[in-house]
């Protein structure tokens, strides 16, 4: 009788292959599942912001990381300058503390 138990226990385990392709499955597809739901999106954002970083001009309106608003007075490489006040007050920052670039609108139409 302790034999036929035996048996039965080693037949309800499944071989070591079988047991590593459900380990391994499930892992997969919540990887995949990650991937798609939340670094897809998050490449496709960043991606987006850099285009409109390294399309902005002059007259252009901007937001910066600290939260300040400005006018871009001039780009030069990778810096830009805002004017922030009715006092004219300009800033040097670095492009990569914008994190919106609204274009003016224009009557041309």
């Known amino acids: 009788m302790f034999n036929l138990f ?3 226990a080693e037949a309800a385990q499944p071989s070591g ?3 590593l392709l459900q380990l391994i499955i499930p892992l997969a597809l919540m ?3 990650m991937y798609f739901l939340m670094i897809r999106p998050q490449k496709k ?5 850099r285009d409109l970083i390294n399309s902005m ?4 309106k901007c937001q910066t990381t600290g ?3 400005g006018k871009v007075v001039n780009i030069k490489d990778d810096e830009v300058t805002i004017q ?3 006092a004219n007050t300009l800033i040097t920052l670095k492009k990569a503390a914008i994190t919106s ?6 009557d041309d139409n």
Do not use: C, N, Q, R
């Not at 954002?45 to 912001?49: F, G, P």
């Not at 670039?101 to 224009?106: A, E, G, L, Q």
């Open 84 to 86: 922030t006040s009715v």
């Open 57 to 60: 001009s002059v007259g252009d």
């Open 17 to 19: 292959l079988g047991s």
């Open 6 to 8: 035996a048996m039965t």
């Open 45 to 49: 954002k960043e991606k987006a912001l």
């Open 67 to 69: 939260g300040i608003v």
């Open 31 to 33: 990887f995949g599942l």
């Open 101 to 106: 670039v609204v274009k003016p609108y224009s």
